[in-house]
């Protein structure tokens, strides 16, 4: 092997790792580039329904004429609701809903003696029941929220049940992966990535300014 042999292999095995190292940067942008296009296209309508319930949120007196509707409901529970001072919650529960057609998830009870309680709530929604025990006889207070109201509950993941906070955590958890894997990206475009990177530092410094200056 001639001397000029020798250098073209030592040029060549130096190149390998560079060639590696700039395959495997091409392949992390390309990965990057498909995580964030998808987890895009799967949470933008999340992020569109966050995005406008986070404006409605800061102003609750927005309701665009759908305001709250309120109503009082009587009735008198069938016997064999209360047994040895006992309240048979799913009976009363059962029994309300199919009588005055109330919604949303029975939530807190109470019993003193004379008087039971129980409540339904929901999005936008709630059902406040007294029951006086000697005889059955019930009162419903219904409150229902107008339609600004239901989905600003949604954003906050209020009485909604485990589904809809599952969905809030996941949402988030997207969310997360669509800012991380666009900054993923951002590191790879060297024409505009400090002056990008200048501006997010910009931005994060006014955010936290505010936040610091909001809790102060």
Same mark, same amino acid.
């Given at each position: 092997?001639? !001397?000029? $042999?020798?250098?073209? !292999?030592?040029?060549?095995?130096?190149?390998?790792?560079?060639? +590696?190292?700039?395959?495997?940067?091409?392949?992390?942008?390309?990965?990057?580039?498909? &995580?964030?296009?998808?987890?895009?296209?799967?949470?933008? &309508?999340?992020?569109?329904?966050?995005?406008?319930?986070?404006?409605?949120?800061?102003?609750p007196d927005w309701v665009f004429g759908t305001g709250d509707v309120k109503s009082t409901l009587t009735g008198t529970l069938p016997a064999g609701w209360i047994k040895d001072?006992?309240?048979?919650?799913?009976?009363?529960?059962?029994?309300?809903?199919? @009588?005055?057609?109330? %919604?949303? +998830?029975?939530?807190?009870?109470?019993? $003193?003696?004379? !008087?039971?309680?129980?409540?339904?709530?929901?999005?936008?929604?709630?059902? @406040?029941?007294?029951?006086?025990?000697?005889? =059955? %006889?019930?009162?419903?207070?219904?409150?229902?929220?107008? *339609?600004?109201?239901?989905?600003? @509950?949604?954003?906050?993941? +209020? @009485?909604?049940?485990?589904?809809? %906070?599952?969905?809030? $955590?996941?949402? *988030? =958890?997207?969310?997360?992966?669509?800012?991380?894997? *666009?900054?993923?990206?951002? &590191?790879? &475009? %060297?024409?505009?990535?400090?002056?990008?990177?200048?501006?997010?530092?910009?931005?994060?410094?006014?955010?936290?300014?505010?936040?610091?200056?909001?809790?102060?």
């Amino acid at each position: 092997m001639t !001397e000029t $042999d020798d250098l073209f !292999e030592t040029s060549v095995s130096a190149s390998r790792p560079a060639r +590696r190292a700039r395959s495997s940067r091409a392949q992390a942008n390309v990965t990057l580039r498909w &995580l964030h296009t998808y987890t895009s296209m799967i949470s933008l &309508l999340v992020v569109l329904f966050f995005a406008l319930t986070g404006i409605t949120l800061n102003h609750p007196d927005w309701v665009f004429g759908t305001g709250d509707v309120k109503s009082t409901l009587t009735g008198t529970l069938p016997a064999g609701w209360i047994k040895d001072g006992t309240v048979n919650w799913l009976t009363v529960a059962e029994t309300l809903r199919a @009588d005055q057609n109330l %919604k949303g +998830r029975a939530g807190e009870t109470r019993f $003193d003696g004379n !008087e039971a309680d129980i409540s339904f709530v929901g999005p936008g929604y709630s059902a @406040d029941t007294a029951i006086v025990a000697a005889t =059955g %006889k019930y009162t419903v207070n219904v409150l229902q929220q107008g *339609g600004v109201a239901v989905m600003n @509950d949604l954003h906050r993941g +209020r @009485d909604t049940g485990g589904a809809w %906070k599952w969905l809030i $955590d996941l949402s *988030g =958890g997207i969310l997360a992966l669509v800012a991380i894997t *666009g900054i993923g990206i951002l &590191l790879y &475009l %060297k024409k505009t990535r400090n002056q990008a990177l200048t501006v997010m530092g910009l931005a994060s410094v006014v955010v936290i300014a505010l936040a610091w200056h909001a809790i102060a």
